[in-house]
């Protein structure tokens, strides 16, 4: 079972940066497939990223495009969110995810490990 751990949420100015890292217990990381995921208060939770087992392929959601890196260091077994040009509709609770599968898998429900969340607050 792979433990995952969210870190790196705080409060930022609108315009402004923040990196997110998401550390996982197990060696075998690097056979899942990871994510990101969002939710605010009173939304659904959101897929925000997703990126391959080996990092060669990432995929975003519209919204978050061209502002969002998603990237991975599995000699560390780690996974990064890079979130620039950040916006107050971005405030929401971060949540990354694994998945023995396709990096194109978007649905939170087929993920299979979670971490435990991280709060990230844009003020305007």
């Known amino acids: 079972q792979v433990q995952l751990v969210d870190s790196g949420g705080g409060l930022v100015q609108a315009g402004g940066s923040l990196r997110l890292s998401c550390a996982a217990s197990e060696r075998t990381f690097s056979s899942y497939a990871m994510g990101w995921f969002r939710q605010a208060p009173g939304k659904e939770r959101e897929y925000v990223a997703s990126i391959s087992w080996n990092g060669d392929s990432t995929l975003y959601a519209s919204s978050v495009k061209g502002r969002f890196t998603i990237s991975r260091d599995n000699a560390k077994n780690t996974m990064y969110l890079q979130m620039n040009s950040l916006k107050p509709e971005d405030t929401a609770v971060y949540y990354c995810?694994?998945?023995?599968?396709?990096?194109?898998?978007?649905?939170?429900?087929?993920?299979?490990?979670w971490g435990q969340g991280t709060q990230v607050t844009v003020s305007s």
């Open positions: 995810a694994a998945v023995r599968g396709s990096v194109f898998i978007i649905s939170p429900d087929r993920y299979d490990y």
